[in-house]
């Protein structure tokens, strides 16, 4: 950066003198690095200036040449300018550039935290369910959250990491319902949190009426057809009039209608089909109540052109849901699955209430097998290496977040709207932000009030990063939007991180589904596989406790840098064996990429730069692939800048990915160990030194700890 500043006050000055307005940050802005290395390590393209100036940009590069002369020769960084067609091309001088920078780094200087700013922020990350398994897809949250502290810390800020966990509400019900109604067996000594993920998967497969029913809807049932005839304005269109229990309806459909008299199945305005809600319209002058549905729609069949008819053994009114009824997946006592299900439901809710209501026995089990989820969390967060200054849980906000609002609410910011509370916030596009439901409960959103408010007041944070997958970005537009109108200045601080799905190969993950990997389940997979293929050749020669180590901090980096090494808004599929390659883009390689400069060193016995310093000669470090390793060594500050600034860890794996592949091209260039002199040897030393320094630092930003030798 130091070498592009001084280029860029060159630059402003010779463009001042011309007549151009620009500031110092444009004209930085402005300078690129060349495709060709061989153009030079900066340019200047001059298309911008050709308006302001009336000339053609070759004819600028020329002239901003001419001007530059002077300067460049009196400079001890800048080697040469040299006009390039609309270019300005500018080479730094290689050995200034080496002798200013390797002692930098080799010192630990360049390294070093930035100096402390004044902003403290707050990130809030994981947020995972209590009674919900934690497994491979919650990592991306975790490790993203973790690696944004770690370089929000180095670049200077005091950083308060939270958490934010999900400890009540109907996913907890669930759990508890099935834990005391259906469970037979014994509480498992270890895995305790996954034991209640994987009682709340059963207890879902048991609240699915799709298990008990071909068509699993409610509200559709059996109605009689009296008539169809042509849509009058749009013959593709039938005009349909049924029997219902509810009366005689017209409805419009564009599938095909058996005779009078057959039964079909009728959707009543309110109901979700076929990806849709059913309403009541008008379709060309005739209005149209509720929803005639095909084979596909009820998910019986696969023709989309006919409206279903229904067995003749059905009666009017009867529900699809029972006609479709599988029998054999019933149980002996129930015949009715929409009976069943509401039964199950009821019984849920029975236990939420309890749990609203502070009943002592289902509030003991609550908190009881909550410490079995967070103990889990505690240990997977110790073996992600990720830390937080404070765990926060969404039991603690519900009535405060409700006196918060009636607060704000008597002083005019939230209005009441058919008994609801929530923020008018359709002047800025973000339509009513519902607060207190009709029934006096609390939404996601009364809760992130509420937190916000500790977060401002009691932390003293000036800046809130709230790291949440992209499903969220409406919520957090409007929480936002509330907090500013509440007055808090914070609020134009607060940012939502957004980041794309964890899926499997074959396609998306769900704690419902029951088709995640657990966390459990992956660090096994993990460290068997890197041990076997990486370290079992080694036992004997290395102790016991170094393979172990060794296994978890490359078993670490695999699903570390796979889960950075991607652009937060990309999908990731994780591909264990993709993941774990010693070649490519992925932990294991950048970890040897490391060990490789470590053995280097070993063999050379270069232990401490300070101990050769006098055989160091910097312009001997002449070679192509030694000068665009200086060169990427130089634009790390930079890197980390944009990936502050951008919150992307995935723009430093992209650096110290090519750092690693330039060094490698260096070594099949450039010898270390069989230089022509013990100067030219040590020189280079020091050159792999530093890059092995800066790869370090890189990868411990990302939370990953580097290993001696692989």
Same mark, same amino acid.
């Given at each position: 950066?130091?070498?592009?500043?001084?280029?860029?006050?060159?630059?402003?000055?010779?463009?001042?003198?011309?007549?151009?307005?620009?500031?110092?940050?444009?004209?930085?802005?402005?300078?690129?690095?060349?495709?060709?290395?061989?153009?030079?390590?900066?340019?200047?393209?001059?298309?911008?200036?050709?308006?302001?100036?009336?000339?053609?940009?070759?004819?600028?590069?020329?002239?901003?040449?001419?001007?530059?002369?002077?300067?460049?020769?009196?400079?001890?960084?800048?080697?040469?300018?040299?006009?390039?067609?609309?270019?300005?091309?500018?080479?730094?001088?290689?050995?200034?550039? /080496?002798?200013?920078? +390797?002692?930098?780094?080799?010192?630990?200087?360049?390294?070093?935290?930035?100096?402390?700013?004044?902003?403290?922020?707050?990130?809030?990350?994981?947020?995972?369910?209590?009674?919900?398994?934690?497994?491979?897809?919650?990592?991306?949250?975790?490790?993203?959250?973790?690696?944004?502290?770690?370089?929000?810390?180095?670049?200077?800020?005091?950083?308060?990491?939270?958490?934010?966990?999900?400890?009540?509400?109907?996913?907890?019900?669930?759990?508890?319902?099935?834990?005391?109604?259906?469970?037979?067996?014994?509480?498992?000594?270890?895995?305790?949190?996954?034991?209640?993920?994987?009682?709340?998967?059963?207890?879902?497969?048991?609240?699915?009426?799709?298990?008990?029913?071909?068509?699993?809807?409610?509200?559709?049932?059996?109605?009689?057809?009296?008539?169809?005839?042509?849509?009058?304005?749009?013959?593709?269109?039938?005009?349909?009039?049924?029997? #219902?229990?509810?009366?005689?309806?017209?409805?419009?459909?564009?599938?095909?209608?058996?005779?009078?008299?057959?039964?079909?199945?009728?959707?009543?305005?309110?109901?979700? =089909?076929?990806?849709?809600?059913?309403?009541?319209?008008?379709?060309?002058?005739?209005?149209?109540?509720?929803?005639?549905?095909?084979?596909?729609?009820?998910?019986?069949?696969?023709?989309?052109?006919?409206?279903?008819?229904?067995?003749?053994?059905?009666?009017?009114?009867?529900?699809?849901?029972?006609?479709?009824?599988?029998?054999?997946?019933?149980?002996?006592?129930?015949?009715?699955?929409?009976?069943?299900?509401?039964?199950?439901?009821?019984?849920?809710?029975?236990?939420?209430?309890?749990?609203?209501?502070?009943?002592?026995?289902?509030?003991?089990?609550?908190?009881?097998?909550?410490?079995?989820?967070?103990?889990?969390?505690?240990? /997977?967060?110790?073996?992600?290496?990720?830390?937080?200054?404070?765990?926060?849980?969404?039991?603690?906000?519900?009535?405060?977040?409700?006196?918060?609002?009636?607060?704000?609410?008597?002083?005019?910011?939230?209005?009441?709207?058919?008994?609801?509370?929530?923020?008018?916030?359709?002047?800025?596009?973000?339509?009513?932000?519902?607060?207190?439901?009709?029934?006096?409960?609390?939404?996601?959103?009364?809760?992130?009030?509420?937190?916000?408010?500790?977060?401002?007041?009691?932390?003293?944070?000036?800046?809130?990063?709230?790291?949440?997958?992209?499903?969220? #970005?409406?919520?957090?537009?409007?929480?936002?939007?509330?907090?500013?109108?509440?007055?808090?200045?914070?609020?134009?601080?607060?940012?939502?991180?957004?980041?794309?799905?964890?899926?499997?190969?074959?396609?998306?993950?769900?704690?419902?589904?029951?088709?995640?990997?657990?966390?459990?389940?992956?660090?096994?997979?993990?460290?068997?596989?890197?041990?076997?293929?990486?370290?079992?050749?080694?036992?004997?020669?290395?102790?016991?406790?170094?393979?172990?180590?060794?296994?978890?901090?490359?078993?670490?980096?695999?699903?570390?840098?796979?889960?950075?090494?991607?652009?937060?808004?990309?999908?990731?599929?994780?591909?264990?064996?993709?993941?774990?390659?010693?070649?490519?883009?992925?932990?294991?390689?950048?970890?040897?990429?490391?060990?490789?400069?470590?053995? =280097?060193?070993?063999?050379?016995?270069?232990?401490?730069?300070?101990?050769?310093?006098?055989?160091?000669?910097?312009?001997? +470090?002449?070679?192509?692939?030694?000068?665009?390793? +200086?060169?990427?060594?130089?634009?790390?500050?930079?890197?980390?800048?944009?990936?502050?600034? /951008?919150?992307?860890?995935?723009?430093?794996? #992209?650096?110290?990915?090519?750092?690693?592949?330039?060094?490698?091209?260096?070594?099949?260039?450039?010898?270390?160990?069989?230089?022509?002199?013990?100067?030219?040897?040590? #020189?280079?030393?020091?050159?792999?030194? /530093?890059?092995?320094?800066?790869?370090?630092?890189?990868?411990?930003?990302?939370?990953?700890?580097?290993?001696?030798?692989?």
């Amino acid at each position: 950066m130091k070498y592009r500043n001084e280029i860029a006050t060159y630059l402003l000055d010779s463009l001042t003198t011309l007549g151009t307005q620009f500031t110092l940050e444009e004209v930085t802005r402005l300078l690129e690095v060349p495709k060709d290395p061989k153009m030079g390590d900066w340019a200047f393209p001059c298309f911008p200036l050709a308006k302001q100036l009336k000339k053609a940009p070759p004819l600028i590069a020329q002239e901003l040449s001419d001007q530059l002369l002077d300067s460049i020769n009196a400079s001890n960084s800048i080697a040469s300018v040299t006009p390039t067609g609309p270019y300005l091309n500018f080479s730094v001088n290689k050995s200034a550039l /080496a002798s200013g920078l +390797l002692p930098s780094i080799l010192s630990g200087e360049y390294l070093a935290r930035r100096d402390a700013r004044e902003d403290k922020v707050m990130i809030e990350y994981s947020q995972p369910n209590t009674h919900k398994a934690f497994h491979v897809g919650h990592t991306r949250n975790a490790t993203l959250g973790d690696t944004l502290a770690r370089i929000f810390d180095w670049q200077g800020h005091e950083v308060v990491p939270v958490n934010y966990l999900g400890d009540e509400g109907t996913h907890v019900a669930r759990c508890l319902w099935y834990f005391q109604k259906h469970f037979t067996g014994e509480v498992p000594d270890h895995n305790r949190g996954e034991f209640l993920g994987d009682l709340y998967v059963k207890s879902t497969e048991l609240l699915d009426l799709g298990v008990y029913t071909d068509a699993p809807f409610k509200g559709v049932a059996a109605a009689k057809v009296l008539s169809s005839s042509p849509h009058p304005e749009e013959s593709s269109w039938n005009v349909v009039e049924v029997e #219902t229990t509810e009366g005689n309806k017209t409805v419009i459909t564009a599938a095909t209608v058996g005779e009078p008299g057959t039964l079909v199945p009728w959707a009543k305005p309110g109901v979700r =089909i076929a990806g849709r809600s059913v309403g009541i319209v008008e379709r060309k002058g005739i209005q149209s109540e509720g929803m005639l549905c095909t084979p596909r729609e009820l998910t019986v069949g696969d023709d989309n052109e006919q409206v279903a008819i229904l067995p003749k053994s059905a009666s009017l009114g009867e529900e699809v849901a029972e006609i479709f009824a599988k029998k054999e997946t019933l149980p002996q006592d129930s015949s009715s699955p929409l009976e069943l299900i509401a039964a199950r439901e009821k019984e849920v809710g029975e236990i939420l209430l309890q749990l609203e209501t502070g009943n002592p026995d289902i509030q003991e089990l609550a908190r009881e097998t909550k410490e079995w989820s967070m103990n889990e969390l505690y240990d /997977a967060y110790k073996w992600l290496d990720c830390s937080f200054d404070r765990y926060f849980f969404e039991s603690e906000f519900g009535e405060s977040g409700k006196e918060l609002v009636r607060e704000y609410q008597a002083k005019g910011v939230f209005v009441e709207d058919d008994g609801a509370i929530g923020a008018d916030l359709s002047d800025i596009g973000l339509g009513f932000c519902l607060l207190i439901k009709r029934n006096g409960t609390a939404l996601y959103s009364t809760r992130d009030l509420a937190l916000a408010k500790i977060k401002f007041q009691e932390f003293g944070i000036d800046r809130s990063l709230y790291v949440v997958d992209a499903a969220q #970005t409406l919520h957090f537009q409007q929480v936002f939007a509330c907090l500013e109108r509440m007055g808090f200045e914070q609020a134009k601080k607060c940012y939502h991180l957004s980041y794309a799905q964890v899926v499997r190969p074959d396609g998306k993950m769900s704690s419902r589904k029951g088709n995640v990997i657990l966390f459990s389940q992956l660090t096994k997979r993990l460290l068997d596989k890197i041990t076997s293929e990486y370290l079992e050749k080694y036992r004997g020669d290395w102790s016991d406790e170094e393979i172990a180590e060794t296994a978890y901090r490359l078993s670490l980096a695999t699903i570390r840098y796979g889960m950075m090494s991607q652009d937060n808004n990309s999908q990731i599929v994780f591909d264990l064996d993709e993941w774990t390659s010693r070649t490519g883009n992925t932990g294991p390689y950048l970890m040897y990429a490391f060990a490789r400069t470590r053995s =280097i060193l070993r063999e050379l016995d270069f232990k401490d730069p300070g101990e050769h310093s006098d055989l160091f000669d910097w312009s001997l +470090l002449s070679h192509e692939t030694e000068v665009n390793l +200086l060169l990427h060594l130089n634009t790390y500050h930079e890197i980390l800048s944009r990936s502050y600034e /951008a919150y992307s860890p995935a723009t430093i794996c #992209t650096y110290i990915y090519e750092l690693s592949k330039k060094t490698n091209r260096m070594y099949q260039e450039c010898s270390v160990l069989h230089a022509d002199s013990k100067e030219l040897s040590y #020189t280079r030393a020091a050159l792999i030194d /530093a890059v092995g320094r800066v790869l370090q630092h890189g990868l411990s930003l990302l939370g990953i700890k580097t290993v001696e030798r692989m």
